[in-house]
């Protein structure tokens, strides 16, 4: 789809509301430059997207840049593949892999996180379903 037709945009989120999708995956190629995946989030946002996925993590110079997307309010990040396939090689906690890549200490800080157990799981899915679908 490309993402500058806005009529395009408007007919995928009338067919999207007609059979009733409530859980909206936007699928990113994570490799792109950040206008490219910040006009997907703006298209996303459009179309309801409430998750996104990240692709191509293995091709990404910079893991850094992808902090502003995975602190959206709007969309929250479902996990990261490290390849062109989804279903490949992926992290299920996109946040601590963000750790880890950008900080110093960032293995640590991200040992920490998936230790605590008082972490906000409001928004999450069933990432086992999501996994084998």
């Excluded at 997907?40 to 179309?47: C, D, E, I, M, Q």
């Excluded at 997307?69 to 996109?94: K, V």
């Excluded at 293995?107 to 084998?132: F, G, M, Q, W, Y």
Aim: glycine share 4%; hydrophobic share 40%; charged share 25%.
């Amino acid at each position: 789809m490309n993402w500058s037709d806005a009529e395009a945009i408007r007919n995928c989120a009338a067919q999207l509301d007609a059979i009733g999708a409530d859980d909206r995956v936007l699928v990113i190629n994570a490799a792109y430059e950040t206008d490219i995946i910040s006009e997907s989030f703006v298209a996303g946002a459009h179309l309801d997207a409430t998750h996104a996925v990240f692709t191509h993590l293995d091709e990404t110079r910079k893991a850094g840049k992808l902090w502003k997307y995975a602190l959206s309010r709007d969309i929250h990040p479902l996990f990261f593949s490290h390849g062109p396939n989804p279903a490949g090689d992926y992290s299920m906690d996109p946040m601590s892999y963000l750790l880890e890549r950008t900080f110093p200490q960032g293995r640590e800080i991200a040992s920490a996180r998936k230790n605590d157990t008082s972490a906000d799981d409001s928004k999450a899915v069933d990432r086992e379903v999501v996994a084998v679908a």
